[in-house]
């Protein structure tokens, strides 16, 4: 079983860059689907970006040009680089990972809060 634990998160002023991780305590397939989602305070939880198993890449049009997702198979880890950060880009940012058997998997989340 797929257990994910995000890190990175933190306080970073508007314009800064921040890079999250997300670590699988089991393994992570190339096949997998993985993405990042996050969720502000008072709204519902959004798509960040996915990577299909294929490799190609989708980005919500708020970050698309500023986030990069990638992952590091060999390390069982997801990233999201995150830049030129923005007041609402803060949420809690949550990684998601979906085999190729379609069982989601979730981290605990990591809190990002873009403030002066």
């Known amino acids: 079983q797929v257990q994910l634990v995000e890190s990175g998160g933190g306080l970073v002023q508007p314009g800064g860059s921040l890079r999250l991780s997300c670590a699988a305590s089991?393994?992570?397939?190339?096949?997998?689907?993985m993405g990042w989602y996050r969720q502000a305070p008072g709204k519902q939880r959004e798509l960040v970006a996915i990577?299909?198993?294929?490799?190609?890449?989708t980005y919500a049009d708020s970050v698309r040009g500023r986030f990069t997702i990638s992952r590091n198979n060999a390390k069982n880890t997801i990233y999201l680089q995150m830049g030129n950060l923005k007041p609402e880009d803060t949420a809690v940012y949550y990684c998601?990972?979906?085999?190729?058997?379609?069982?989601?998997?979730w981290g605990q989340g990591t809190q990002v809060t873009v403030s002066t």
């Open positions: 998601n990972v979906r085999s190729s058997s379609g069982t989601n998997y």
């Open positions: 990577m299909f198993s294929h490799g190609s890449t």
């Open positions: 089991g393994s992570i397939f190339r096949l997998s689907t």
